[in-house]
């Protein structure tokens, strides 16, 4: 009886409490206080040497790395795409990503952004 009462009491909370979205282009147009003109440019230079990176993968792993990041499919469309089990895919993106991050820190450049 009790317990019922608090899940009522939570489920009303949430239905009250209604957040404003954006749309994610539209996010990425507002300013960050953050980005100086110095910062701005440190991220252009690591986006663009991410991307040489992806670029130098061996086919199989740049594949799904740009099917993932840059085109936004999950594991399994990207299996369906492929024509290749979601084990496969997930094994593919764990070794480009450890390639990435080993080509990353030799760059100089840590994981974080910028």
Same mark, same amino acid.
């Given at each position: =009886?009790?317990?019922?009462? *608090? ?5 009303? #909370? ?5 957040? /404003? =979205?954006?749309? /994610?282009? /539209?996010?990425?147009?507002? !300013? ?9 440019? #440190? ?5 663009? $040497?991410? @991307?040489? #990176? ?13 099917? $993932? ?15 290749? !089990? ?10 480009? @990503? ?7 820190? *030799?760059?100089?450049?840590? @994981?974080? =952004? !910028?």
């Amino acid at each position: =009886w009790l317990l019922g009462i *608090a899940r009522f009491k939570a489920l009303s #909370m949430l239905r009250k409490k209604k957040e /404003d =979205w954006i749309d /994610d282009d /539209d996010a990425a147009q507002v !300013p960050d206080s953050a980005d100086t003109p110095e910062v701005v440019t #440190m991220k252009e230079d690591k986006a663009a $040497a991410l @991307r040489r #990176m992806i670029d130098a993968l061996p086919e199989e792993h740049r594949t799904v790395i740009d099917l $993932a990041y840059y085109h936004g499919q999950s594991v399994s469309e990207i299996g369906e795409v492929l024509d290749i !089990p979601i084990a496969t895919v997930k094994t593919r993106m764990f070794y480009a @990503r450890k390639k990435l991050g080993e080509a990353l820190k *030799a760059a100089g450049y840590d @994981r974080g =952004w !910028p």
